[in-house]
């Protein structure tokens, strides 16, 4: 109990010291994550360890695994800043459950089971947010993959009633009511590179870094390589990139009903538990 004790005011002491180091240090760049990222309270110490440790250049293989998740999520441009306050969110976690484990096992005149629970949550919850890092990758590409073959069809049309590559992406973006959809929010910031006169090619290349996405790749190829020439062309590369588009939307909607069938396994499983004992109960007590 008494090292318990010990170690929890070491590292009290520790994390009251860092808070005065870091004090009004890192205001502004915690002010740009509001409401992004939990724990945002331990954010200036975290940060200040992560400075003066430098360990985004000391952990370049893991901060590489987890900065290619966030260009996938928020661009190339933003992705250094993310992947820093994710550290960031991970140390802060690391430090509140060792605290943690300290009072448990304070609080309970030296209990070692809890602990060890307490410890178990230190590298739980790191995990946990790591792997959600790849799922919301995952979803994120599905997404953009539901929304492609509407997208590419309302090219289609607009196209082949006579506008331009570039009028047809401005007019599909500015028909689209909501942009909180990932592909949509890509296409508007391509529709406000146009706007300021960047060059289509450059637009379109951007595109298929942002999304990240096969698909999107060959849609963007496909365009470059037919829109200078129009015409037929054009219309009948993308109506084949359409197709292939439904079909593979429609395989991603069949594993999502998979995954939403298999989900329902347990929950009823629990059900027929519940029936059995219900049902079975009185048998029981009259025997």
Known sequence: MIVYGVLFFVLALIYFLLSLASRNKYEGVIAEFNGKYPLLF???????????????????????FIQQKMISLHGSRDALKHSRMFIV????????????SFMLALLSSGDHLLFMVGLMFTIIIPTYLINQLSTMEKERKQKILMELPEFVNKIILLVNAGETVQQALIR???MKENHNSPLYKELKDCVNMLTSNEPFTHVMNELSKKCAIQEVAIFTTTVLLNY????????????????????????????????????????????????????????????
Request: with cysteine; aromatic share 4%; glycine share 6%.
């Open 42 to 64: 331990m954010a200036p110490v975290s940060l200040h360890i992560v400075t003066k440790l430098k360990l985004l250049e000391r952990l370049h293989t893991q901060v590489a």
């Open 172 to 174: 599909c973006v500015e």
């Open 89 to 100: 969110q991970l140390i802060s976690i690391l430090l509140l459950s060792l605290l943690g």
């Open 228 to 287: 200078r020439k129009g015409g037929q062309d054009l219309i009948l590369s993308l109506r084949e990139l359409s197709q292939n588009l439904w079909e593979k939307r429609k395989n991603i909607s069949k594993t999502k009903g998979e995954e939403a069938s298999s989900k329902l396994v347990f929950p009823l499983i629990l059900i027929f538990v519940a029936v059995m004992i219900i049902v079975g109960f009185p048998a029981i007590t009259i025997l």
